[in-house]
């Protein structure tokens, strides 16, 4: 694991920190190891608070600095009653923290983060929205990995528009779906349990239940923004 940034999170000026996870292990001379394994594995960028642990951020409205305006950040969730973020905070997230803190990470020069996602899939803000982080980050796992997934609750912010190349807009309805497109950027729409209706250029979740789970997420290339070769937006049956 490599620390790909540290520094002010764009959304609030907050202490945050990018960490690289996932990334295979390496042989004598420094090539990934060819195990069926690490082959083709799906890494992945998290992005958490570097001053206070991801579970008590949540509590206390200090992911705001890593999620900016999400509606299923546990906070705005609770007040909302919308389903609240899936993640669970002292699992895998306090884990890294601890890493973290631990001085376990070396940083990652963006020069060599190609030569870490090489030929792997790799999720682009496996926890947090990647808007928080600088845009060059992303693009130099965009520009080497073998396939991208990443969302962003950000695109209403004119700031954050070139973060669409390799990002879906995350939008929980048909209004906030279309307001996404004519701001030029692919969606992915969670639909309300049992809607099945479909707006244009949209199609179901080839992972989902309802799309007979064709492939999955780990495999799929869809849902990386404007770069990738599905052009239709994604919607899939809340569940």
């Known amino acids: 694991m490599y620390i790909l ?16 996870t ?4 390496l042989g004598k001379r420094g090539q990934p190891l060819a195990t069926k394994a690490s082959r083709n594995s799906k890494t992945g960028a998290m992005l958490i608070r570097s001053d ?13 600095s890593i999620c900016g305006n999400c509606g299923h950040r546990p906070e705005l969730a609770k007040l909302s009653g919308a ?27 963006i020069a060599d983060i ?6 792997h899939r790799t999720r682009i803000g496996s926890y947090g929205d990647p808007a928080a982080a600088p845009i060059a980050i ?13 969302y962003s609750h950000q695109w209403r912010d004119g700031r954050f528009a070139d973060y669409r190349d390799f990002l ?26 049992g809607d099945a209706a479909k707006l244009g250029r949209e199609v179901s979740c ?26 239709a937006s994604i919607v899939i049956q809340a569940h």
């Open 83 to 109: 389903a609240a973020c899936y993640v669970k905070t002292f699992q895998a997230p306090l884990s890294v923290y601890l890493a973290y803190k631990r001085g376990r990470y070396q940083p990652l020069p």
């Open 138 to 150: 992303w693009q130099a796992i965009a520009g080497a990995a073998e396939g991208i997934t990443g």
């Open 52 to 64: 206070i642990a991801p579970h008590h951020a949540v509590k206390s409205g200090a992911d705001s």
């Open 114 to 119: 190609a030569a870490k996602v090489t030929g």
């Open 5 to 20: 940034y540290e520094g002010p999170s764009q959304l609030d000026g907050a202490p945050i920190v990018v960490i690289l």
């Open 22 to 25: 996932g990334t295979p292990k």
């Open 206 to 231: 080839p992972a989902s239940k309802e799309a007979g789970a064709r492939t999955t997420c780990a495999a799929c290339r869809a849902c990386g923004g404007l770069a990738a070769r599905a052009k």
């Open 168 to 193: 879906m807009a995350s939008v929980d309805n048909a209004g906030e779906a279309l307001d996404a497109m004519a701001r030029g950027w692919r969606y992915f729409r969670v639909a309300a349990k």
